[in-house]
């Protein structure tokens, strides 16, 4: 893994560890303004819920470098190895076809929302579904990159095996 590589994966996963801290401070606060000090404060909701989602799209983004995502791979690891290859270059083909489908939506809800101010504080909601596009076109260059070994090992490049 390169510099840059490493840099960029430090910002996603220091990203994803600031929202979920400024998540749990918001809703400890939230809870504490409301049950201890009986104050309603009611951007923190809004604002934990923005933090919870750039949790979760970051979050995937980690999930997929690492393979952690979900998978059924008990029939693929019976196949014959270039097989397995071959159903995991579909399934990779099938993967982009979909998260190109979730990028142009959220690029579609970035435009849509730009006008659209949070009912809590004064910011676009463009800002919350900006998380959407941005974190699946990490999930595309990842899958392209699956693609990839998968193409090289379906060929017998025994490298493939091994970048994995």
Known sequence: MGTRTRWI????????????????????????????LEISVPWTEEAARWFYAYQIFLGCTIATRDRLHLRATFILERFPSRLAAAVECLIAV??????AGIVWGGVVMVWATSTVEAGSFALSMSYLYLAIPVSF????????????????????????????
């Open 9 to 36: 994966w430090a910002i996603v996963e220091q990203a994803a560890l600031g929202a979920f801290v400024a998540m749990l401070v918001l809703v400890v606060a939230q809870v504490f303004f409301r049950y201890v």
């Open 94 to 99: 099938a993967t982009l076809l979909f998260v």
């Open 137 to 164: 076109v990490i999930v595309f260059v990842l899958t392209a990159r699956d693609l990839g070994r998968a193409w090289r090992s379906l060929h017998g490049n025994p490298k493939a095996e091994e970048a994995g």
